[in-house]
């Protein structure tokens, strides 16, 4: 995104209910039910969703009562817990194929430890980081706020809130923001798509949507009323897996910085933190937020690679898009690299990643959330590496 003048930026979001969130929590909750069984299991698993049917496949390598079956119970009990119960697709009576199968031995070959070779990287590939002070959570500010919406209808629709009656688990967002000078200012469009029972109206769904958008939002950022934009097509009644195939990965934009930033070409839901896709990109936000945390910079983005079997990463890249504060960007990246073990064993320890931590991950974005320290969820976004990066850089406590 550009720092200067004036200027539209977009991003979506959507909700658990969506096809493709359905699919990748039921794939983290495969991998969280290895983790707990074995901190060190195996799992790439991948989850196709439609009309009344779940298909899981891929490989994995854990404990063999981990059966098929008790995956295809936790795959309804996932599905119950987001809300599903239509005909179309329901936890109670949709059929669930399980195609999981054994990690590759070629594959295990490179990432185990084993005699002086330390733990490999999964897979080759990019991953990204990206930080910066749009909002407190220290996200850019369109998918901080689109997330936030469907969020807040979520909760309300959890806990029956009357003012959310009728409406389904199936939504998304969509959030314009106008951006002066570089920061934004307010929000120029809102879309909400929503599934919702037969007998709502249109009328009915905006007027319970407007003060819901309105209070997410900063105070004075509400769209026009004209440019508030809600279930366009005129009634959202077929929704989830039944009125579209859900499948895991398929929403990385969403699952990221909503296109304000680069992002890998590999999706994270259902894999361990051995691949490097997921626990990379994890360190990558860790570290680029700590350098905007610790004043060195208003925006980073950071970029590693990685080759499969190897331990260390092949580069690090730093930019701080000009807004560095006196900071080096090639000294800022040999400091990062003294400060934390990028290798996969070092990533993984270093945010505990070997724990059944990923279903709440699933939806609502991977990064910008709040770390619980009693759950061990999001240990991605803590800002402890601050002091050591304002020491580095001669900067007051």
Known sequence: MRDRGEYLFTSESVSEGHPDKVADRISD??????????????????????????????????????????????????????????EGFSWRHAD??????????????????????????GD???????????????????????????????????????AVRGLLPDAKS??????????????TSVVVSIQHVAE???LEIRRMLWPIVEDVLPAGWMCPESEFHVNPTGKFVIGGP?????????????DTYGGAAPHGGGAFSGKDPTKVDRSAAYMCRYLAKNVVAAGLAERCTLQVSYAIGLSQPLSLYVDLHGTGHDVDEERL????????????????ERLALNRPIY????????????????????????????????????FRS
């Open 333 to 348: 990246g040999r400091v990062l690299r003294e400060l934390v073990d990028l290798s996969p064993r070092g990533i993984r």
């Open 200 to 202: 709502l109206d249109q």
């Open 242 to 254: 039944d009125g579209d195939c859900g499948l895991t990965g398929r929403k990385i934009i969403v």
């Open 124 to 162: 080759q590939g990019i991953m990204f980081g990206y930080a910066c002070r749009e909002t407190e959570a220290l996200m850019p500010a369109p998918i901080h706020y689109a997330h936030a919406i469907l969020r807040r209808i979520s909760e309300m629709r959890h806990r029956n809130d009357p």
């Open 29 to 86: 909750t495969v991998l969280d039910a290895y983790l707990a069984a074995d901190p060190h299991a195996r799992v790439a698993c991948e989850t196709l969703v439609t009309t009344n049917r779940i298909v899981l496949a891929g490989e994995v390598r854990g404990p063999e009562t981990i059966t098929a079956e008790y995956l295809a119970h936790l795959a309804r009990m996932a599905v119950r817990d987001i809300g599903y119960d239509q």
């Open 96 to 121: 669930v194929q399980c195609y999981l199968h054994s990690q590759s031995p070629d594959i295990a070959q490179g990432v185990d430890q084993r005699d002086n070779k330390d733990e490999g990287a």
């Open 359 to 394: 279903t709440p991950t699933s939806a609502y974005g991977h990064f910008g959330r709040e770390p619980d320290e009693a759950l061990g969820t999001f240990t991605w976004e803590r800002t402890d590496l601050v002091p050591e990066l304002r020491a580095a850089f001669g």
């Open 174 to 187: 969509q959030v314009t923001l106008r951006y002066v000078d570089g920061k934004p200012v307010g929000a």
